[in-house]
T-cell receptor
Framework: GQNIDQPTEMTATEGAIVQINCTYQTSGFNGLFWYQQHAGEAPTFLSYNVLDGLEEKGRFSSFLSRSKGYSYLLLKELQMKDSASYLCAVRGSNYQLIWGAGTKLIIKP | GAGVSQSPSNKVTEKGKDVELRCDPISGHTALYWYRQSLGQGLEFLIYFQGNSAPDKSGLPSDRFSAERTGGSVSTLTIQRTQQEDSAVYLC??????????????FGPGTRLTVL
């Protein structure tokens, strides 16, 4: 079967760094996406990885290891507005995205 | 419009009634997706449109659910004889070209459906 695993919830402190992990088992791999979803709002696109390595975008970075079926989203200099759910999704052998259940990130002052 | 829009934003209905949810994708996007998200849960895929055809309806939970897309643009998701377990946020997304390697889905604000 196809499966995406992420921690259910994480807590971090304002100004700190947090790493949200995602492991996947899918039939085929054509890229991995991270989305941010604030409570009561729609998911918004954060990053896309298809090759191994780190993609950096400001305070956010995303890493991929295809051989390990593993990705992480790294958030630096955390701000209160980063409190949200972070969704990992993998594009398998067709157009469809397979979604993880999301990681709820709680930022404390 | 600049983004994906959905209407209504909220819908409260009685068990057994039919509801229609509407999605207006980003202009020029050929692909349209419907998802369902229950409170605190991940996204559940319902159906995918490429143009006006739906090559994948595998996610529709029962025959009470149907969807159509006209003119390669607006889509309507219809739920007949609603049940309480249908209560969820229904999200629509669109993308430019699902065959493209970096194709990205952009989401609308969702319709929160409550079945009493």
């Amino acid at each position: 079967g196809q499966n995406i695993d992420q921690p259910t919830e994480m807590t971090a402190t304002e100004g700190a760094i947090v790493q949200i992990n995602c492991t996947y088992q899918t039939s085929g791999f054509n890229g991995l996406f991270w989305y941010q979803q604030h409570a009561g709002e729609a998911p918004t696109f954060l990053s896309y990885n298809v090759l191994d390595g780190l993609e950096e975008k400001g305070r956010f970075s995303s890493f991929l290891s295809r051989s390990k079926g593993y990705s992480y989203l790294l958030l630096k200099e955390l701000q209160m507005k980063d409190s949200a759910s972070y969704l990992c999704a993998v594009r398998g052998s067709n157009y469809q995205l397979i979604w993880g259940a999301g990681t709820k990130l709680i930022i404390k002052p | 419009g600049a983004g994906v829009s959905q209407s209504p934003s909220n819908k409260v209905t009685e068990k057994g009634k039919d509801v229609e949810l509407r999605c207006d994708p980003i202009s020029g996007h050929t692909a349209l997706y419907w998802y369902r998200q229950s409170l605190g849960q991940g996204l559940e895929f319902l159906i995918y449109f490429q143009g006006n055809s739906a090559p994948d309806k595998s996610g529709l939970p029962s025959d009470r659910f149907s969807a159509e897309r006209t003119g390669g643009s607006v889509s309507t998701l219809t739920i007949q004889r609603t049940q309480q377990e249908d209560s969820a946020v229904y999200l629509c997304a669109s993308s430019l070209n699902p065959a493209g390697a970096t194709d990205t889905q952009y989401f609308g604000p969702g319709t929160r459906l409550t079945v009493l």
